[in-house]
C-alpha cells in the first residue's frame, strides 16, 4: 500500500516547522506559488519509510542552503568554514529527525532508513514537490511513493 | 564525569556532545553501536552515562544496549536512549532492554539536562 496512509503536505511541513524551531532555531513558511525558486547546485537528502506507506521523503536545497542550515545546527558561523561531509552530515540529520516526526505520526508500525545525501544540479518540478523557506531561500520537499 | 555518545550522525554527536560538555562531562564518540562496545572496553572504568541513538548502521542501539547489559561490569552505566523512534511500543522495547530513560529527537539542551537532573547526572549546576 502506498497511498492510503500517505504522509500528506501538512504533516511533512508540521515536522519541518518543528524541526526547523527547535534544532535550527529558524521559521519554516511555505515558499509562495508564484515566487521564482532558483537553484544552480545543491545537495538532496532522502530517508525511506517502510511499513503502511511505503516510500521516502526527499529534501533539495542549494548548496549554500545547506551550509546554512549546517551551521545553524551546529552553532558554526558563517566565517568558522565547515567541512562538506559536516554539511552533508547535517542535512541527512535533518531529514532523518523529520521523516523521525513524520513516521510517528502515521497509523501502524513503520520503519525509517537511514539518510543518504548526494550532490545534484537540479530540483524536482513544483509540481512533484513543495517549497518551504530557509531564509530567503527555498528547500525543496518531496513525498515520493513507492512505484506500483 | 564521562560520557559514551553514540550516534552514526557527527552532527548530533556534535550537538551532544557540546550540551554533555557544557555541563561538565568528559566525552567520548562513537558511530555506531560495535564501536561503542569497543570504546567501553578500551575505558580503564565504565563511563556514568551513554546516549544512544537508535538508527545505526553496523549495529543499532538496541542492541547495543542488550549487549552492555549482558555484561556485569557495565551495570553502572545510565543509558539514555536519543533517537528519533518517537511510538510507545518504541519506548518500551529500549527500557525492557535496559534503557532507563528516553529522549526523542528533535529535542532542546534544556530537555536533555533535565532529563539527566532527574537522574541524578548533572555534575554541576547549570540552571535548569
Known amino acids: 500500500m502506498t497511498s492510503a496512509s500517505a504522509p500528506d503536505e501538512a504533516l511533512v511541513l508540521a515536522a519541518i516547522e518543528q524541526v526547523w524551531g527547535s534544532m535550527l532555531y529558524a521559521s519554516a513558511e511555505p515558499w509562495p506559488a508564484d515566487r521564482p525558486a532558483e537553484f544552480e547546485s545543491g545537495l538532496q537528502a532522502q530517508i525511506e519509510l517502510r511499513g503502511e506507506w511505503n516510500g521516502r521523503l526527499v529534501l533539495t536545497c542549494d548548496s549554500e542552503v545547506a551550509t546554512q542550515i549546517a551551521g545553524a545546527m551546529l552553532g558554526v558561523g558563517p566565517d568558522e568554514g565547515l567541512e562538506q561531509p559536516d554539511v552533508h552530515d547535517a542535512v541527512g540529520e535533518v531529514l532523518n529527525v523529520v521523516g523521525g516526526s513524520v513516521k510517528g505520526a502515521l497509523p501502524g508500525t513503520s520503519a525509517l532508513g537511514l539518510p543518504g545525501v548526494s550532490e545534484v544540479t537540479a530540483v524536482p518540478s513544483r509540481g512533484e514537490s513543495f517549497v518551504v523557506s530557509w531564509g530567503d531561500a527555498p528547500v525543496y520537499v518531496q513525498i515520493v511513493p513507492d512505484a506500483a | ?128
Not at chain 2, 538496541?62 to 556485569?72: A, C, D, Y
Not at chain 2, 539514555?80 to 511500543?89: A, G, H, I, K, L
Open chain 2, 1 to 128: 564525569m564521562r560520557a559514551v555518545i553514540v550516534d552514526d550522525s557527527r552532527a548530533m554527536r556534535r550537538i551532544v556532545g557540546r550540551i554533555l560538555g557544557d555541563a561538565g562531562y568528559e566525552i567520548s564518540e562513537a558511530g555506531d553501536g560495535l564501536e561503542a562496545l569497543a570504546v567501553l572496553e578500551g575505558l580503564e572504568s565504565p563511563p556514568e552515562l551513554a546516549c544512544v541513538d537508535w538508527n545505526m548502521p553496523v549495529m543499532d542501539g538496541l542492541t547495543f544496549i542488550t549487549e552492555v547489559r549482558k555484561r556485569p561490569e557495565w551495570r553502572s552505566i545510565t543509558l539514555m536512549m536519543v533517537t528519533t523512534e518517537s511510538e510507545q511500543d518504541r519506548i518500551v522495547r529500549a527500557l525492557a532492554a535496559g534503557a532507563h530513560e528516553y529522549l526523542i529527537k528533535p529535542f532542546t539542551g534544556e530537555a536533555m539536562l533535565e532529563k539527566l537532573d532527574l537522574l541524578g547526572l548533572l555534575p554541576t549546576s547549570t540552571g535548569v
